[in-house]
């Protein structure tokens, strides 16, 4: 069980947007035009443990059974922290992998996949336009144990969670396009 504080924290939001429930799937995408080829794009978003350098979340990646790069099916490991949860793993599983295009994996969870992730790639003039998607469940996560303290206030979780993770998805492709534009 979460301290009350740390629940409160997670439920704490100026003003609630739309309601939002677990159930639907909440989800959110950033993205951004960078001045390189798509297969150079490729490159980067397609290495698991880029995220990593620019996420105050996400603190390492690792591949497990054996695997040595992305594949589809590939499983890996990813070490998170946050202040409210503190220090965790989770297994990820590579379920999209169209290189140039797509780059997708699911967070694996008892009940099924707790979040999907991906990078889409889309050729736009003499760059690539970038997209980071997330998307929460169907299975549980952590946010779960939040929502269970405090059923009322689950859409204020859930839309402060969804705004962590576009600060982290902003600053990851602000990083990528960073990588890949300056010399």
């Given at each position: 069980?979460?301290?009350?504080?740390?629940?409160?924290?997670?439920?704490?939001?100026?003003?609630?947007r739309?309601?939002?429930?677990?159930?639907?799937?909440?989800?959110?995408?950033?993205?951004?035009?960078?001045?390189?080829?798509?297969?150079?794009v490729?490159e980067?978003?397609?290495?698991?443990?880029?995220?990593?350098?620019?996420?105050?979340?996400?603190?390492?990646?690792?591949?497990?059974?054996?695997?040595?790069?992305?594949?589809?099916?590939?499983?890996?490991?990813?070490?998170?922290?946050?202040?409210?949860?503190?220090?965790?793993?989770?297994?990820?599983?590579?379920?999209?992998?169209?290189?140039g295009?797509?780059?997708?994996?699911?967070?694996?969870?008892?009940?099924?996949?707790s979040?999907?992730?991906a990078f889409?790639?889309?050729?736009?003039?003499t760059?690539?336009?970038?997209?980071?998607r997330?998307?929460?469940?169907?299975?549980?996560?952590?946010?779960?144990?939040?929502?269970?303290?405090?059923?009322?206030k689950?859409?204020?979780?859930?839309?402060?969670?969804?705004d962590?993770?576009?600060?982290?998805?902003?600053?990851?492709?602000?990083?990528i396009?960073?990588?890949?534009?300056?010399?």
């Amino acid at each position: 069980m979460l301290p009350r504080t740390h629940l409160l924290k997670l439920a704490s939001m100026p003003e609630e947007r739309r309601e939002l429930r677990y159930r639907d799937g909440p989800s959110t995408e950033v993205e951004i035009y960078i001045e390189a080829e798509p297969a150079a794009v490729w490159e980067v978003v397609s290495d698991i443990s880029l995220p990593s350098r620019f996420s105050s979340e996400l603190l390492a990646t690792a591949y497990l059974d054996g695997a040595s790069g992305p594949t589809k099916g590939a499983r890996f490991a990813g070490r998170n922290y946050h202040e409210a949860a503190g220090e965790w793993q989770t297994e990820c599983t590579i379920v999209d992998f169209d290189p140039g295009r797509l780059f997708g994996y699911v967070v694996d969870g008892a009940e099924g996949p707790s979040s999907y992730w991906a990078f889409s790639l889309c050729p736009e003039g003499t760059g690539t336009r970038l997209v980071q998607r997330m998307r929460m469940g169907p299975g549980r996560s952590y946010i779960n144990v939040a929502i269970d303290a405090m059923p009322d206030k689950e859409s204020r979780i859930l839309q402060r969670r969804l705004d962590e993770h576009r600060k982290n998805m902003d600053a990851n492709l602000q990083g990528i396009k960073d990588l890949l534009e300056k010399p």
